[in-house]
């Protein structure tokens, strides 16, 4: 079965850092750009990355760039998100999607797949 799943998130103290990973089974992510997103509670659904299939440089919302860091592994067919710096406004779930290029649009719906996300807590 086709499967895109978010995996690593935990609880982490304010500074901390974090890395979430978005593992694919049933096809092969490397001919796919993957897309970060996430909610927090009561909060929209906000686009914070995408790594494009070529060798480009990805793409990073205002909120996490400089923080955040994307990076593949088509050995283990994995998408990484390092996140450092957390602050507790990051606090949220965070899922991955599948498209066929970076458009940063956040509306999830739009893109061919995603998973059910993991939680990421930040607090003292």
């Known amino acids: 079965e086709v499967q895109l799943q978010a995996f690593g998130g935990g609880s982490v103290q304010p500074g901390g850092s974090l890395r979430l990973s978005c593992a694919a089974s049933?096809?092969?992510?490397?001919?796919?750009?993957i897309t970060w997103f996430r909610q927090g509670p009561g909060k929209e659904r906000e686009w914070i990355s995408c790594?494009?299939?070529?060798?480009?440089?990805?793409y990073y919302a205002d909120s996490v760039k400089g923080r955040f860091t994307l990076s593949r592994d088509n050995a283990k067919n994995t998408v990484f998100l390092q996140m450092n710096s957390l602050k507790n406004e990051d606090t949220a779930v965070y899922l991955c999607a599948s498209d066929r290029r970076c458009t940063g649009s956040p509306t999830l719906e739009l893109y061919i797949q995603w998973g059910q996300g993991t939680l990421v807590t930040v607090s003292s």
């Open positions: 049933g096809f092969t992510l490397e001919s796919y750009t």
């Open positions: 790594i494009p299939t070529d060798d480009e440089r990805p």
